[in-house]
């Protein structure tokens, strides 16, 4: 006669559900996206617009780069965090997007975009002071040639941009990935790197290395910065397209990490990524114990209970063992 063994309890890995965007709707998303994108457009241009550089203690680099890790930490959950143009076809060629949301998604960003530079024209013509409002939005614009500060030629923008962009996307889709262990401080590591960035982009041309922030201050500036808005969407999007291309090989190359402690689901999520199969943490294992020792069961039939001794330090213990019943069953043995 034989006992019937009790199916094995299979204790799924809690998945990332914190993390991955694709538990909201997509609506919830587009909305997670276009106000990210205007809290970041606003803060990105608001802070050159309205302050003197001579009195201002906090640059406006910094500043968009700390609206961006705002905006991770409060609406990544929801999205991914993109916000940017250039982040959406990055992970789209990294295969963490699907084509039809990133469409959905960039025009959620430009939405986003010109609501918050609309808010700020507003403003603007609120100021006496300010009677060109153009004018004032021709110091924040993407420009290259006449219309850089330094009078960087179309080739140096461009360069700058496609670096500038690839190295963003690279650290958002390496700190966001769920092999990362430090997934947590992703909205950190992506906001530091743009205020980075956009310190040296100012230098360049006001270089934004975002495409739907260079799209809105442009539709409010002089007639010229549309006519060199192009390079400030073609460069950008080069530069995610190869950081993409180089994430998507060292991900396939890359074997799979083990698995995350269960509650450890924090940070702004990876997009469309597949769930990761569940562990058998509970699966039967031959050298296990599934009682005390010598108890009916935790023998096969037919052979002899060993008596227990004392567990020696220097074999490993075996899958499954209880620390608890390790300590008596040596303290018996004695």
């Known amino acids: 006669m034989t006992t019937p063994v009790p199916a094995p309890v299979t204790a799924a890995r809690p998945s990332a559900a914190l993390d991955d965007p694709q538990r909201s709707g997509l609506l919830a998303r587009l909305y997670a ?77 430009l939405v986003g975009a010109l609501l918050g530079v609309v808010a700020l024209f507003g403003i603007l013509r609120t100021i006496p002071k300010i009677a060109d409002t153009r004018g004032a939005f021709d ?18 923008a461009l360069l700058v941009e496609v670096l500038g962009a690839a190295l963003l996307v690279a650290v958002y889709l390496g700190s966001t990935s769920v092999r990362n262990p430090s997934r947590a401080a992703a909205p950190f590591a992506v906001g530091l790197t743009m205020a980075v960035l956009l310190q040296l982009g100012q230098a ?7 495409p739907a922030r260079a799209t809105a201050s442009a539709l409010f500036s002089n007639a010229d910065a549309l006519g060199q808005l192009w390079l400030f969407w073609v460069a950008p999007l080069v530069g995610a397209a190869v950081a993409g291309l180089v ?52 023998e096969p039939a037919g052979t002899k209970p060993v008596p227990a001794g004392p567990v020696r330090a220097d074999v490993p213990r075996k899958p499954g063992r209880d620390e608890a019943r390790d300590f008596f069953d040596s303290k018996r043995g004695e």
């Not at 360049?204 to 975002?210: M, R, T």
């Not at 074997?255 to 943490?281: H, N, Q, T, Y």
Request: charged share 10%; glycine share 14%; aromatic share 6%.
């Open 204 to 210: 360049i041309g006001n270089a934004p290395f975002n």
């Open 247 to 298: 994430f998507r090989v060292v991900a396939q190359g890359t074997p799979a990490a083990a698995a995350p402690v269960p509650g450890d689901a924090s940070g702004p999520a990876d997009e469309d990524f597949d769930a990761e199969e569940p562990d058998d943490l509970g699966a039967d294992d031959p050298g296990a114990d599934d009682g005390p020792a010598g108890s009916a069961g935790s």
């Open 33 to 109: 996206e276009a106000l990210g994108t205007l809290f970041v457009v606003v803060v990105g241009l608001g802070v050159p617009l309205f302050t003197i550089p001579q009195s201002n203690p906090l640059s406006a680099s910094l500043a968009a780069g700390l609206a961006l890790t705002a905006a991770m930490l409060a609406l990544g959950y929801v999205s991914g965090g993109h916000f940017n143009p250039a982040v959406t076809v990055g992970n789209v060629i990294a295969g963490r997007t699907r084509l039809a949301d990133a469409a959905a998604y960039l025009g959620a960003q």
């Open 139 to 156: 110091t924040v614009t993407a420009g290259f040639g006449e219309h850089s500060i330094i009078q960087a030629p179309m080739a140096g």
